[in-house]
């Protein structure tokens, strides 16, 4: 069992940043991948970043390359996105996401995962 808890985000100006925190009251190292998706109004969840805890490997959207940067801190159950360079399309509700069924799939596809935070809202202003 996994809980996840979301917190960091807020309002900023274009160019500027934030980092988000996820807690998570489980193992993180027993998940598959954790991922952060975020929410527009009105659109789809889209998976911005992800990292698998065993090895390291990360994936990110090709919006936020560059700019965003994923963790994972296994001492603390941690998960972050540090948000530089924030652009006013990054405006979401942003959710941490964790994987434990080791289902495979993409891991942009939300339907492969089985935890999920609450979401914190991050408003970028020009």
């Known amino acids: 069992q996994v809980r996840l808890i979301e917190s960091g985000g807020g309002s900023v100006q274009v160019g500027g940043s934030l980092r988000l925190s996820c807690a998570a009251s489980g193992y993180v190292s027993e998940a598959y991948r954790m991922t952060w998706f975020r929410q527009r109004p009105g659109e789809e969840r889209e998976g911005v970043a992800c990292?698998?805890?065993?090895?390291?490997?990360?994936y990110y959207t090709g919006s936020v390359k560059g700019r965003f940067t994923i963790s994972l801190d296994k001492a603390n159950n941690t998960l972050s996105l540090q948000m530089n360079s924030l652009k006013s399309d990054d405006t979401a509700m942003y959710y941490c996401?964790?994987?434990?069924?080791?289902?495979?799939?993409?891991?942009?596809?939300?339907?492969?995962?089985?935890?999920w935070g609450q979401g914190t809202q991050v408003a970028v202003s020009s």
């Open positions: 996401a964790a994987d434990t069924r080791l289902d495979g799939g993409n891991w942009y596809n939300q339907a492969t995962y089985n935890y």
């Open positions: 990292i698998y805890p065993t090895g390291g490997d990360t």
